[in-house]
């Protein structure tokens, strides 16, 4: 984000306005949230010369994160503001270049149609001061075609503001190139909902790298945990690199060396029943006094005995009393 903020502040600085920053932190200090069906205009102070260049840095910072943390797209996809993070995060142009274009597309937004073609002008203009290189990651246009070496010319990008948005086209595009994870890089969940309306029958992963009405960092672990129990590799040493971390001294006397831990074994693990578990002290107790009908109810309670084990028992449990106070067994009682 700052860098995006200081690459922008000297773009807008030119035009009488700011840098990132201060645009977020207006007002409620929210972050902005991207016009959709659900949220509806975004609420930024001003117009498009503001909330598209705050959109992409947003949507490009977050891309960065995700990369930062070992999560790698294999294929992307952008509508509007988000085809420019899209093509920056695939390597077609810069930072700085992207928010050239960008900044000149939010002009050509906020001119009233009697002006609209100088402001286009003005915006090819700014398309033709870049250097566009071939995408590295695969790079869907809203369209629905892969994005091939003509996404390097000026002439490609010249036209999308007046592009139409097919974005059932881009999901399937995606599908057919065997994505199946799909992650939005904004301020919320909109594209990630339309996204799984386009592809209905997919089973995939449907993630958002931020949602509304919640905390974002909590919303992005929340995320990063989905993404690790669908098989994504993570980067746990760089996503812990910003925390500190101190050695810690252990205590000098024995541990209770009692493990909580599933055993590998299923037949290894202890049973338990409904009942409370008899203890070593409980059954020692009961032995000694003789009171063998208790016991026998105590192991059934914390066992899962089958019916011949349990009609065992009586029978086990007065020899073994008998060894335990050096007597003959008792008499056997009836057991039902």
């Excluded at 502040?9 to 959709?36: F, Q, Y």
């Excluded at 060396?257 to 002290?281: L, V």
């Amino acid at each position: 984000m700052r860098q995006c903020d200081d690459a922008l502040r000297g773009i807008l600085d030119r035009a009488g306005g700011s840098g990132v920053s201060p645009v977020l932190h207006e007002g409620t200090g929210k972050m902005p949230v991207p016009p959709g069906p659900e949220t509806g205009q975004v609420s930024l102070p001003g117009e498009a010369i503001y909330a598209q260049p705050v959109l992409f840095a947003l949507e490009f910072a977050l891309g960065q994160v995700w990369k930062s943390w070992g999560v790698e797209p294999t294929g992307c996809l952008g509508c509007g503001v988000g085809r420019y993070a899209a093509a920056c995060l695939a390597g077609v142009f810069t930072l700085e270049e992207a928010l050239g274009m960008v900044v000149a597309r939010a002009r050509l937004a906020d001119t009233p149609p009697s002006g609209r073609q100088s402001a286009l002008d003005e915006f090819q203009a700014a398309c033709s001061r870049v250097r566009f290189r071939k995408p590295r990651t695969k790079l869907v246009d809203p369209t629905g075609q892969l994005a091939t070496a003509d996404a390097a010319k000026a002439e490609f990008w010249r036209h999308e503001p007046e592009e139409p948005i097919d974005l059932a086209a881009g999901m399937a595009a995606l599908a057919k190139q065997g994505c199946g994870i799909f992650l939005e890089i904004g301020a919320s969940t909109t594209l990630v909902d339309l996204g799984r309306g386009c592809l209905k029958d997919s089973a995939g992963l449907w993630a958002a790298s931020l949602r509304q009405g919640e905390p974002d960092w909590p919303a992005m672990l929340r995320t990063l945990a989905d993404l690790y129990a669908r098989g994504v590799r993570i980067d746990w040493e760089a996503f812990d690199r910003d925390f500190p971390r101190r050695r810690v001294v252990l205590p000098t006397y024995p541990f209770q060396r009692q493990r909580y831990w599933i055993a590998d074994d299923p037949a290894d693990a202890p049973r338990s029943g409904p009942g409370e578990e008899a203890s070593p002290s409980t059954v020692v107790r009961l032995l000694g006094e003789g009171k063998l009908d208790s016991l026998v109810e105590q192991l059934k309670a914390a066992n899962s005995f089958s019916d011949d084990e349990v009609r065992l028992l009586p029978k086990v449990l007065r020899a073994l009393a008998a060894q335990h106070g050096g007597q003959s067994p008792p008499p056997q009682a009836p057991h039902h």
